[in-house]
């Protein structure tokens, strides 16, 4: 039953519908979405990589962390594009300006994959 503001209580019919909606989004994400499929093939090859080559707790959660920010922000910026294009495909350059604010933000946390995997492994090396 539903509270007066006509929230459903939370519980765990509640986290199991949030799941399969959270499932269905990594799904049509999969099917659609090209640069996610890349970026969870390099996950799924460095992630394992990361928690070896990390000397402890948080240098595992540096390097991987890191890739899961990467797949988190890609699947922002698919939504984004997504509603976009919901509008209509003719140039807007408000609807233009979003797509490329998505991408960059990816593209800061590629970086960000960079710097952390570059902080934590060149030490080692030198």
């Not at 922002?76 to 233009?96: C, D, F, M, P």
Request: glycine residues 10%.
């Amino acid at each position: 039953m539903a509270d007066e503001v006509g929230h459903l209580p939370r519980g765990p019919g509640r986290i199991l519908k949030a799941t399969v909606w959270s499932m269905q989004g990594l799904r049509a994400a999969w099917l659609h979405e090209s640069s996610f499929r890349l970026e969870v093939y390099l996950f799924v090859v460095l992630a394992p990589l990361g928690a070896w080559l990390g000397g402890n707790g948080v240098e595992r959660a540096l390097l991987i962390g890191s890739m899961l920010l990467v797949l988190a922000v890609e699947l922002l910026n698919s939504a984004i594009e997504a509603v976009i294009e919901r509008y209509g495909a003719e140039h807007h350059e408000l609807a233009g300006r979003a797509k490329d604010m998505g991408s960059a933000a990816v593209f800061v946390l590629m970086m960000n994959v960079l710097l952390c995997w570059g902080l934590v492994l060149a030490p080692r090396w030198t």
